[in-house]
């Protein structure tokens, strides 16, 4: 079992930056892979990014890419997500997600959810 849980979520204006963190317990972090996903409202789930045990291995959305960047700590259990240039479409709950071993960009290829954190981008 593993428990997730984010932070760093707040109210910016477009243009600005903000670093999102996502500290897991429970089990070996170094054992999961992890991933970033968000949510707008009456919109599904989306995937942003994904990042393998090591750190060694991410990709991006297309719209996120060049803007966003994923990381993790392994000394630290602790994801994080730079979001730069951010822009009002951004607006979301965003979400971290982890798994052993996710077969796919879907949210169903991830066993482990934290409760998310609110980013709001104002124009």
């Known amino acids: 079992q593993v428990q997730l849980v984010e932070s760093g979520g707040v109210l910016v204006q477009a243009g600005c930056s903000l670093r999102l963190s996502c500290v897991a317990s429970?089990?070996?972090?170094?054992?999961?892979?992890m991933g970033w996903f968000r949510q707008a409202p009456g919109q599904g789930r989306e995937w942003v990014a994904p990042?393998?045990?090591?750190?060694?291995?991410?990709s991006y959305a297309d719209s996120v890419k060049g803007r966003f960047t994923i990381s993790r700590d392994n000394t630290k259990n602790t994801m994080y997500l730079q979001m730069n240039s951010l822009k009002p479409e951004d607006t979301a709950v965003y979400y971290c997600?982890?798994?052993?071993?996710?077969?796919?960009?879907?949210?169903?290829?991830?066993?482990?959810w934290g409760q998310g954190t609110q980013v709001t981008v104002s124009s």
């Open positions: 997600a982890a798994d052993s071993a996710p077969r796919g960009r879907a949210p169903s290829s991830y066993s482990y």
């Open positions: 990042i393998n045990w090591s750190g060694g291995s991410t």
């Open positions: 429970g089990r070996a972090f170094s054992n999961y892979a």
